[in-house]
């Protein structure tokens, strides 16, 4: 796991181009014993041969296999640059990771920043960061960005008769795992819940919450309250923007009509289906071959295939999370962590699903830009 200490981020960097950014970087590894003298040459070779540049204003230059020999020792060097750097093709970074990694070592650092850097919001705070603290705990995963929930957070058929319970049930899932104080859960009564439709009501509050988090309860038995069918209620308490995306996710389930899908599942399928992307289209299962896996390079040219076509595509690695995310984010793809052997399962929906399927099935027998 990667430790980082204020003594890796410089703030208040600034460079004309991405080389000389890389240039300073490459210093920086350099100064504190990690590489050797001639690893900025690898980190501009590979920049030449694909972009570094991930997504959210975030670049994570690094050598090539050749220059694996010139690390001594894993680690990264982290530039801050608030004014931004244009990274080629209209891309602008606010912060530059520079990795030195033996062998393997690189995925892992690859998912532990990715999987926390390709949360929707982190752009912004990585620009307006102003301090190596701030900067630390954004790439530690210690600042929220996504809300707290799982199956704790789910209880399912409760003997509740009316809204109050239900309400009360749910503040209290939040207030156990210690995210709020009993502030919250009086607030949450007292402000009521709210019919969204198809028999879901939503409760919320942000009063003495310390950590954003949603709940869900079912009721044992479908009751009305005033007339409206109650089936479920989700509650969000919130100190952030955390919930966002489960907002989205919940608004697409209310537009197509399936919020059913909700009282019909288990609680971990409830989970997935306010966390996590969805598509009902074709699917497919590839095995990845390459010696050292998804890492950047191989990773951009599977999402160059993947943006070529309209259709939406989403890739789940089978053997980590399982977690369904956007084929065409580079982020999120190197954020699932791939390794030689693992198998990604691709949906596409769209006109020319079934041909984005079979090119990206090509792209990966033929190595993914590393050879066969």
Known sequence: MLSLSTKDIQLKQSATDKQEAIKAIAAGLEQQGLVETGYV???LDRE????TFLGNGIAIPHGTTDTRDLVKE?????????QGVNWGDGKTVYLAIGIAAKSDEHLGILKQLTKVLSADGVEEKLKTSDSAEGLIAILNGEAQLEADFDESYVQLAFPATDLVQLTAVTAGLVKNHQSASNDMV?????SGATHLGQGLWLAK????VSRTALSFVTPAESFEEAGTSVKGLLFVAACNGAHVNNMNYLAQLLFKNQVGKLFNAAADQVVTLLTEEALEGNTEVFKIRNPHGLHARPGAMLVSVAKKFSSN?????????????NAKSL???IALGVKQGHELQFTAQGDDADAA????????????GEGK
């Open 357 to 368: 399927l079979v090119a990206i099935g090509q792209a990966i027998a033929d190595g993914l």
């Open 48 to 51: 030449a041969q694909n972009s």
């Open 331 to 333: 982020m999120k793809v």
């Open 41 to 43: 040459n690898g980190m």
């Open 74 to 82: 894993t680690g990264v060097r982290v530039h801050h640059f608030p």
């Open 186 to 190: 009086a607030d949450a009564i007292a």
């Open 205 to 208: 509050s942000n009063k003495g």
């Open 313 to 325: 595509i989403l890739v789940a690695n089978l053997n980590g999370e399982g977690k369904a995310v």
